[in-house]
């Protein structure tokens, strides 16, 4: 009889470790990153000639920019390129797999008028470039205003 119990004790701990284990997500992929976050980056930035649909400072080549009227709607345009929620702090999103990466500038890091730089490099066709989302006062100081 003590025998059995010990038995069924033993086969209820293997059945709980497994079911323990089985239920990790550990392995799944998380968040915007792969082909599929490059290819919508490079739909994004680039225009059907395949080159950056912003336009460039007239002051720094491989600079471009675009307005934004509040931080709020910086945050979207953030998000809307990177897949993934921006607050205000440094951030870099990898794409993973030799796909790139962008990363994004702290706002004390940018300087007045700007509310968010974002640096693209390595995305996969894509040529590497900074994109400043500024205000438009700013970006009439460059000659140029354009809205995402």
């Known amino acids: 009889m003590k025998a059995i119990k010990f038995f069924r004790y033993i086969i209820v701990m293997v059945l709980t470790t497994f079911a323990i284990t ?37 002051s720094t080549k491989g600079v471009y920019i675009v307005a934004a009227s509040s931080m709020d709607e910086a945050k979207d345009i953030a998000k809307n390129l990177c897949g993934e929620e921006w607050d205000g702090n440094a951030k870099t999103v990898n794409f993973g797999n030799g796909l790139g990466n962008i990363k994004l500038a702290s706002v004390n890091e940018n300087e007045e008028g700007v509310f968010c730089t974002m640096i693209f490099t390595g995305v996969k066709g894509v040529p590497d470039f900074t994109l400043k989302i500024a205000t438009e006062a700013y970006c009439a100081s460059e000659n140029y205003i354009v809205r995402f």
């Open 22 to 58: 089985s239920c990790s997500s550990d392995d799944e992929p998380s968040g915007f990153n792969g082909e599929a976050a490059a290819e919508s980056v490079r739909s994004q930035v680039l225009n059907k000639d395949g080159k950056i649909r912003f336009p460039e400072s007239t």
